[in-house]
């Protein structure tokens, strides 16, 4: 059984939602067929996370980055890597990944534990890993890169140190796809950040910067 969401508006004013659910069991067939509830904003959170997840936030913007995809501390922490782990899914199949973020290594465990779960997504396919990072954490890379090894041990793992980038990308630049992310992993559920898809156009852009940058320091 599939649902839909189904918006109810009265136009005579003072006439509440109850008359509508009235006016539905005058017609007894109407509930042999459908069931009709009154549901708050908490029953459809797995929709609208699997919508956001397919789609980005912003397409409800038509295509804006107005407002994008939200990770926030009100967010309940199973909730927050359901979706970072749905946007990671939209780059299944990926061979040549690059990870570009400033401060992305750390050795808090939660960190270390959600990016295995983040790389176990695209182990399948997965040849090799390019991070891109400021270079001032590379004492704290160990423990990541043991587990990226863990789940695909033939996996061929380059760092690249730059200053050049201040978001944070995960890019198939084969395919021209990728995501956006406004926080490091160790950020994920304590600040308020987005995460959504980057277009083609800026993802075979970003890819294009980095792979001029990687050439230079080749």
């Not at 978001?167 to 992993?185: C, E, Q």
Request: aromatic fraction near 8%.
């Amino acid at each position: 059984m599939t649902s839909n969401i189904i918006y109810v508006k009265c136009f005579n004013e003072g006439v509440g939602i109850g008359e509508f659910f009235t006016e539905i069991s005058k017609y007894p067939s109407i509930s042999q067929k459908f069931m009709c509830a009154r549901l708050n904003e908490t029953h459809i959170k797995d929709t609208l996370r699997e919508y956001i997840v397919e789609h980005g936030i912003s397409s409800l913007f038509h295509f804006t980055i107005t407002c994008d995809a939200v990770l926030h501390p009100g967010i309940h922490v199973d909730d927050i890597e359901k979706v970072v782990l749905g946007f990671i899914r939209k780059l299944a199949g990926v061979e040549d990944l690059m990870v570009i973020d400033p401060y992305f290594y750390s050795t808090e465990q939660s960190c270390v534990d959600l990016f295995g779960r983040m790389v176990a997504e695209l182990s399948r396919s997965l040849k090799s890993v390019t991070f891109i990072t400021n270079g001032k954490a590379d004492n704290r890379k160990a423990a990541m890169h043991e587990v990226l090894r863990k789940i695909a041990p033939t996996i061929d793992v380059r760092d690249v140190v730059t200053d050049q980038f201040h978001d944070r990308f995960w890019i198939d630049p084969a395919k021209n796809t990728g995501i956006v992310m406004g926080t490091s992993l160790n950020g994920v559920g304590r600040k308020i950040a987005l995460i959504d898809l980057l277009g083609r156009a800026d993802a075979k852009e970003i890819a294009r910067l980095a792979h001029q940058l990687i050439g230079a320091k080749a």
